[in-house]
């Protein structure tokens, strides 16, 4: 897996990787992680593209599902304990 591109994000980290002709966009925030894998072939213009595919729209449901995950796993802990 090589990283071909990070880009800056006030919310969260976001990575991107070249692998077995897939780009992985990878975003993280405080332990947590969401990926997603695209066949290079779907994605015209290279990385370009795939930063095409990161929009406003996207970032909020990043930062939901982010949201919805930090919940479930909080959830979970506190019938754990």
Same mark, same amino acid.
């Given at each position: 897996?090589?990283?071909?591109?990070?880009? %800056?994000? %006030?919310?969260?980290?976001?990575?991107?990787?070249?692998? +077995?002709?897939?780009? !992985?966009?990878?975003?993280? =925030?405080?332990? /947590?992680?969401?990926?997603?894998?695209? +066949?290079?072939?779907? !994605?015209?213009?290279?990385? @370009?593209?795939?930063?095409? /595919?990161?929009?406003? @729209?996207?970032?909020? =449901? !990043?930062?939901? $599902?982010?949201?919805?995950?930090? $919940?479930?796993?909080?959830?979970?802990?506190?019938?754990?304990?």
């Amino acid at each position: 897996m090589r990283t071909i591109a990070e880009l %800056p994000h %006030p919310k969260f980290k976001i990575t991107i990787f070249s692998m +077995n002709q897939k780009y !992985i966009i990878k975003f993280e =925030q405080s332990g /947590l992680e969401q990926s997603y894998k695209i +066949n290079e072939m779907d !994605i015209l213009n290279g990385v @370009d593209g795939v930063f095409e /595919l990161l929009d406003d @729209d996207f970032y909020k =449901q !990043i930062e939901s $599902t982010f949201e919805n995950m930090r $919940t479930a796993f909080k959830e979970a802990y506190e019938r754990y304990e």
